[in-house]
Structure formats: C-alpha cells, structure tokens
C-alpha cells in the first residue's frame, strides 16, 4: 500500500473523476496524489504546477503515450486539466521514488545500482523506439518497486507549453515550472531542441546521483552548475566499470556524440556490438584480448572513422537484464567402450554483424485447467493437458517421487536423480555415489543397471539425447572441471567412456547433448571470458565459440536444437544464439534477484524459479523477458537446495 499524508487545506478534493485520498509525495514540477476513480479501485494522479496554454492539444497527445510499451513504465490510464492546470492518471505503482530513497537510506551500489541503469535505460528505449521523448527524466521520475524500477511521467514535459520548461522564461501570466539544475543540458542552455540525447544525458545524471547522492555536475551555485554542465567534464568517479564509460559517453557535450538509449542497453548487459569501446576517447590496442576483437571485424582492424553519431550505432535489438543466480536443474557392469580424444584445436571466427528484426511476441503457453497437491513438500502443480513440459518427478533431500498418472509416489531407494526420457520408454535412476544407472524400460517392464567404468571422478548431471535412446552422464573433478563424459544405451546395455583433454583446456561445467546427437558440447574459460567448444562422439573438438559466454548446463540447447543458451558475456542476463551461425538472437531480461533456471518450456519460454513471491513460483518466461505462466507454487520454507525438479517434454523434442 502506498504511504500516503492527508490533504492540506489548499488541496483539492476530486480532479474531474477522482476522489483524492492523500498526497504521496511532491515534487519541483508537480504533487502526486493516491486517488480513488468513481468507478473503483486505486490510481495516482499528479498534478501539475502549470498552466496550459491549449488544454486540448495536451489531451489529445496524452492519448499517444497511453499506447507506449509498458517496459518499465508506469502506464497512463487517464488525463484532465483543472483550471488550466494538467493531470495525469497513472497506474498504481508502490515504491519510494529514488529521490525518496537515496535521500532516506542512502546511495544505491553493486547490483541494485545496475539493475536501476538496466531497467531505467529498458524504460527509455521503449519511449524513443515509439518516436517519444521522455523530456523529464531524473530521480523524481523513477519509482522503486519489489519487481524493479518504474519510470513515470514519459513524454509529459514536451507536451506542457514552452514557456512551462524548465530553465525557459515564464509565461506571461507568470506561471512557469520551477527551474531544475538536475534537468539542464548543454544543448537546452544553449536554446537548441532537445530530444532522446537529452534523456540519455539525464539518465547519466541520474544514475550518478543513485551511486553519491549528488550530480556529476554539483557546485555551490545555480550559476556554477550552469558552467559545469556548459564546460567541465563530470566526476563519475564514484562509478565502476561498465556503467563509468557509459555515463562519460551519455555527459558528452554533444548531443550527436551521446549512444542511443538501445545502445546503451546493449552496453550494459555486455554483448554490445559497439564500433569502438565505450569510452569514445578510449582505442583498443592491438595486442588486447579476443573481447576487444568486435564480431565481424578482422584481428587488429580498426573501424572506419565517420560522425560521432555513428560510433555508437546499433547493429541490432536487444531486451535488457540484470544479475541472476542460475543452475541447471541437477548391479550388473555393462561393457566398458574407453576412447581417448585426441587434443586437436579447432580454429573459429565470430560471426559478422547480424541486423535482427523485431519479431512477432512468442506464442502465450495455454492457462492452467488443473490444480494438483503433491507430497513430501507443500507444493502446487499448475498444469494444462497442452503443455509443453510435464513435472515427472522431484527429490527432497533423500527421497525421490515419482509420476505415474496425476499420482506422486515415493520410491524406496534413497539419493538418486530420477530423468525420464523425452519419450517416456525409459527412466534413468542415477547412483552418482555409487556410480551406477539404474534403467527401467516402461513399455516391457524390464529393470536392469549399467556402472560405467571410468579411471576417476565422479558421474554428474544426466540428461538424455533429443530421440531418448541415449543417456549421457558428464565426468566431473572439483567443482565444476570436466574430464571426459559417458554415454550409457539402454537397449544395447552398453556403456561407452570418453576421456577428452578438458581438464587441461579450461573446461567448465557439464556436457550437453549436440541437438542431432552427434556430440557433446561443454562450457570453457578463454582468455577474457567464456565460450562452448563442440566434440564428436570420440572426443575431438569440431566446433568453438569463445563469445557467447558461460554455458549453462545440460539445459544448453533449446528443444528444437535451433538456440543455445548461455550466461551472457559481461554475467547476468541471459543470451539466446543461434547455432548455426553463432550470432545472438535474444537477450532474456530477469529483473528479480535469486532466480534459478530449470531447463526450457519451448523454444521461446524458459522455465524459471522466481523467489521474490509470498509462494515461490516455477514460472515460464518468454524470450522477451516477461513472465508468462505459474506452472507450480512452492512453500517459501520447503524450497531449499535440497529441493530438485525433473522436467519432461511432452512433445518428444526436447534435448
């Protein structure tokens, strides 16, 4: 609920259909107010500190920004004038605006810092993508809330007369908004138009302020902060790398040198394709890293040098995101097949610059038809016979359940990983103390075990191939050091172990399935970051791409084989490529802290625990980033690391 104080006694009561409740905060520009429509529920209104000079034209433009993305933004719902004097009528949105919050609890830093840029800049690329301005941004703008920043007020201050703006002469009733040092720009002072690089240059500013509590540009005076803006450079020293470059380059002086607000977003989440680095003073020596080495440029090359415009230009879209805690969701001796891979490195260049259109949204997955309670943890199913994915078994602690039907039984051996096979005709019960799989052929009844032999390590992470005729096991010493990988066929019985120069290569983490079976492929460090190099079936490297990042498991190819997912670049956000050509076709936006990833719904939704809930959540993501179906709800107290999930496809493609 929104912290509100009473109204004072120069306040109204109503504003046209509105009764209002309280004030929630105000402003240099403006006092917000909770309110409650004649029709029901809750809205903010704000009102504004000016008065129009055509009513109506301001009325009618509302009604464009009513239809602007809501990434981020806090949506319009309603507008009206008072006596001249314009409001808007927002959705009701809970949160200290950072002004609040900064000045009440201090500076923001590490990760909450970077998601108010990531989400704030996601704000603005809706705006300006829409051909809008946002032409008041700054920390009164910008609302706190549990599920990530909130812009407010986008595109209000262009409508409002010109002689209404900050920093401009009053009108001749003299009337005039208050003037706002945090609001100038060079270009403004100088009389010029402003447009998105102005918002850019506020968003620099505000992002300052949330990591001090001042401007970059702060002085003893209005007249000196004037001179600052119009001559000095700002002190951004206060700010860590990559968010340091990124405010340099939007303070620029010249609006035609500021990134784009989707340039900066690509920035920040760390898989931009900028032209040069993101300081535009900075050169990139030739003996740097691979990451200084763009896609499509050659080792060494240089770009073209050309308008300060064009060296930030975007090569594509992207969705923003922010930090994420993810994990991949994890008697008898068959005949032992030993093969050593040859070390044998395979040379690969990143792909040319891909221009990505906007795509339609993904299909919506079908709502839930069904509720089902199951036991040993105070967990929900929310399911529909058309889902792409069934929950068909999950261990707490030591104990293991299983599906037949809607019914969950307990399964008398204790410590094993349960995985069904895409096609239901097997379920693999992995020992991996024991080092033994248990198989139990579903359609003839037939149970038998298979305990590979390998020379060390342990068995780890088993995940069947796409057709579900093969179970692959990684090798693992330490924490997350592959040494080689064993692939179990239940119908031959037979067990076949890979020893691949891994460990000696930087590997990390487990191996996955190659979509068409062929191979495997596994995560590695490279000299500046991480990459996925691919084997054959002996071992030998066939395929590397050293710049999509840390792989995420076993979950690292989409059900169609089309997409491979990684932890993007710079860490966080999450990174769709394509992989047949290796260039990146979405970046997967989690604006909520603690999130766990749990293998793919389909080809564009992911499967996610959010944790931010009364009930932790198993929800289904869409590429785009936004939340798309509970599938479960889990007791808060009962979703512990001892709590795992087994996910099957239910069409039969999944990998």
């Not at 002996?538 to 190819?557: I, K």
């Amino acid at each position: 609920m929104l912290a509100t104080s009473p109204l004072r006694p120069d306040d109204r009561e109503r504003l046209g259909d509105y009764r209002l409740l309280g004030r929630i905060t105000e402003t240099a520009h403006a006092v917000v107010y909770s309110a409650e429509p004649d029709t029901g529920g809750r809205a903010i209104v704000t009102l504004y500190d000016t008065t129009l000079d055509d009513p109506d034209s301001f009325l009618l433009a509302v009604d464009a920004l009513r239809r602007l993305p809501a990434f981020h933004l806090v949506p319009v719902l309603d507008a009206g004038t008072s006596g001249g004097r314009p409001y808007l009528v927002t959705e009701p949105v809970d949160g200290p605006t950072l002004t609040e919050e900064v000045t009440g609890r201090g500076p923001l830093a590490d990760t909450a810092l970077h998601r108010l840029a990531v989400g704030t800049v996601t704000a603005l690329v809706a705006v300006h993508e829409a051909g809008a301005v946002h032409g008041g941004f700054g920390p009164d703008a910008v609302i706190l809330t549990p599920d990530g920043p909130r812009v407010t007020g986008a595109g209000v201050v262009p409508l409002l007369r010109p002689a209404a703006r900050p920093g401009d002469a009053a009108a001749d009733d003299g009337a005039t908004l208050p003037v706002d040092l945090d609001g100038l720009t060079p270009e403004g002072l100088a009389g010029l138009e402003t447009g998105p690089p102005a918002d850019m240059f506020a968003w620099a500013r505000t992002v300052v302020f949330a990591a001090t509590g001042h401007g970059p540009f702060e002085a003893d005076s209005p007249a000196a902060v004037v001179t600052r803006v119009l001559n000095d450079e700002p002190d951004l020293s206060s700010l860590e790398e990559p968010l340091r470059s990124l405010a340099a380059g939007c303070l620029a002086k010249d609006p035609a040198a500021r990134p784009a607000s989707a340039d900066a977003l690509l920035a920040l989440v760390g898989h931009s394709l900028l032209t040069v680095p993101l300081d535009p003073g900075a050169r990139a020596a030739p003996a740097e890293a691979e990451r200084a080495e763009l896609p499509g440029a050659a080792p060494g090359e240089r770009p073209a040098t050309g308008s300060a415009r064009a060296r930030w230009r975007r090569p594509a879209l992207a969705l923003a995101g922010l930090a994420i805690a993810l994990a991949s969701a994890g008697g008898g001796h068959a005949l032992a097949l030993r093969q050593d891979a040859p070390a044998r490195p395979v040379a690969t260049s990143p792909p040319p610059v891909e221009i990505v259109s906007a795509a339609a949204d993904p299909p919506t997955p079908p709502a839930a038809t069904t509720r089902l309670a199951v036991p040993g943890v105070r967990m929900t199913l929310h399911e529909n016979p058309l889902d792409a994915v069934r929950l068909t078994a999950y261990r707490v602690g030591p104990d293991t359940y299983l599906r037949t039907g809607d019914t969950f039984a307990k399964l008398e051996t204790p410590d094993v990983e349960p995985v069904s096979s895409p096609t239901g005709a097997w379920l693999a019960l992995v020992r991996a103390k024991a080092g033994s799989v248990e198989f139990r052929d579903r359609r003839g009844g037939a149970r038998f075990t298979l305990t590979p032999r390998v020379p060390e390590g342990r068995l780890d992470r088993p995940v069947w191939s796409s057709d579900g005729a093969r179970l692959l096991l990684s090798v693992m010493t330490g924490k997350s050091t592959p040494t080689g990988f064993v692939v179990l066929d239940p119908a031959k019985r037979t067990s076949s172990y890979v020893d691949t120069p891994d460990e000696d290569e930087r590997g990390v983490g487990v191996y996955a399935w190659l979509p068409d079976g062929s191979g495997v492929a596994v995560g590695y460090a490279t000299g500046s970051g991480h990459g996925v190099r691919f084997r054959d079936l002996t071992g030998r490297q066939t395929r590397a791409l050293p710049w999509v990042g840390l792989s995420v498991g076993r979950g690292l190819f989409s059900p169609s084989g089309r997409y491979l997912l990684t932890y993007c670049p710079s860490g966080g956000t999450l990174c769709l490529w394509d992989v047949a050509t290796g260039g990146r076709r979405h970046s997967i936006a989690i604006f909520f802290t603690g999130a766990v990833f749990l293998g793919w719904y389909d080809d564009a939704h992911l499967l996610l625990i959010d944790p931010t809930r009364k009930n932790h959540e198993i929800v289904v993501m869409d590429n785009r980033g936004r939340q798309q179906r509970v599938l479960a709800e889990i007791a808060a107290e009962d979703d512990t690391d001892d709590l795992r999930f087994s996910y099957t496809p239910l069409s039969g493609t999944g990998s």
